[in-house]
Nanobody
Framework: QVQLVESGGGLVQPGESLRLSCAAS????????VGWFRQAPGKQREGVAC????????YYTNSVRGRFTVSRDNAEDTVILQMNGLTPDDTAVYYC????????????????WGQGTRVTVSS
């Protein structure tokens, strides 16, 4: 059974960091482009970062570029989203998903999704 599981969410203060992890069962995650999306309360889900399966190219939405880093841990077959300099605007449920073809900001380009991990940034 194909499944994605996110972990690492939590409550942090502004300026702090969190490291989210995306793991898969039923397939090899390293063979797929993986995107990170988030959905803030009352807002639509948006793409924030993606790592391709060719040369591990990375893509970021403007609001997180320079603060977030997406990478692969090949030994663990996971995809990591390192989030630094968090602000209250980063509060959301974060999802990882595997792209059908390559990185995209369109949700319909993704086939498998995790259940999400909640990130709350508050003082």
């Amino acid at each position: 059974q194909v499944q994605l599981v996110e972990s690492g969410g939590g409550l942090v203060q502004p300026g702090e960091s969190l490291r989210l992890s995306c793991a898969a069962s039923g397939f090899t995650l390293n063979h797929h482009p993986v995107g990170w999306f988030r959905q803030a309360p009352g807002k639509q889900r948006e793409g924030v970062a993606c790592i391709s399966h060719s040369y591990d190219r990375t893509y970021y939405t403007n609001s997180v570029r320079g603060r977030f880093t997406v990478s692969r841990d090949n030994a663990e077959d996971t995809v990591i989203l390192q989030m630094n300099g968090l602000t209250p605007d980063d509060t959301a449920v974060y999802y990882c998903a595997t792209a059908i073809d390559d990185c995209s900001w369109e949700e319909y380009e993704y086939d498998y999704w995790g259940q999400g991990t909640r990130v709350t940034v508050s003082s």
